[in-house]
């Protein structure tokens, strides 16, 4: 059973604080991605990762950054959080495209992520 | 730029009946389209997905519809029923080496009546 993990399903933080949000699964991808989901906005891309130590920017990559050290793990970092980064946070991980043709993503529980 | 667009932001259906959502987007490269269902405080569960070597796609109650020309896809759920309601989410993959990026419309809420 396929399975991506976010570390916390709740995180209330405070402005200006930097903040980690973790994300694993088990299935030996090579895709890993953040999204934020906002209303109206639907999902946007964050970062995202086809590589242990590779990264590329997404569509809405300001105020953050992105570690991948490990095949399974990717991280999302908030350097100063602020509550305009009040939002669903979303880890999803999928199969490099040509190994096997088109694969879905595979999407963690999300992470409801406030700023106060 | 939306380059995926889903303009209705919500659908209200009867039971039973067939339940049609849109999708349209502007960017040629895309070559491979998904819906995603997302309840409340979950993440997006893979419905169905469609490459546009294709113009349809079937599984179960779920169809997607892929019109290149028109650049617009569908899903039809028939018959509808109680859990289909939910968010759905329409995604595009553009013809990429490496990751396979996702861009995603901004979401239709379906809402299944009694």
């Known amino acids: 059973d396929v399975k991506v993990t976010q570390s916390s399903r709740y995180l209330v933080k405070r402005t200006g604080e930097k903040v980690f949000l973790e994300c694993v699964q088990d299935m030996d991808h090579e895709n890993m991605f953040w999204y934020r989901q906002d209303p109206g906005l639907g999902l946007r891309l964050i970062y995202f990762?086809?590589?242990?130590?590779?990264?590329e920017k997404g569509d809405i990559p300001e105020g953050y950054s992105v570690s991948r050290e490990k095949k399974e793990r990717f991280s999302l970092i908030l350097e100063s959080a602020s509550t305009n980064q009040t939002s669903m946070y979303l880890c999803a991980s999928s199969l490099y495209r040509g190994r096997g043709g088109n694969t879905e993503a595979f999407f963690g529980q999300g992470t409801r992520l406030t700023v106060v | 730029d939306q380059q995926v667009k889903q303009n209705s932001p919500s659908l209200s259906v009867q039971e039973g009946r067939i339940s049609i959502l849109n999708c349209d987007y502007t960017?040629?490269?895309?070559?491979?389209f998904l819906w995603y269902k997302k309840y409340p405080a979950e993440g997006p569960t893979f419905l169905i997905s469609?490459?546009?070597?294709?113009d349809k796609n079937e599984d179960g109650r779920f169809t997607v519809f892929l019109n290149k020309s028109a650049k617009h896809l569908s899903l039809h759920i028939v018959p509808s029923q109680p859990g289909d309601s939910a968010v759905y989410f329409c995604a595009a993959s553009p013809i990429i080496q490496g990751a396979q990026k996702l861009v995603f419309g901004q979401g239709t809420r379906l809402t299944i009546n009694p």
């Open positions: 960017n040629s490269m895309f070559d491979y």
């Open positions: 469609i490459s546009s070597i294709k």
């Open positions: 990762s086809y590589d242990v130590k590779m990264k």
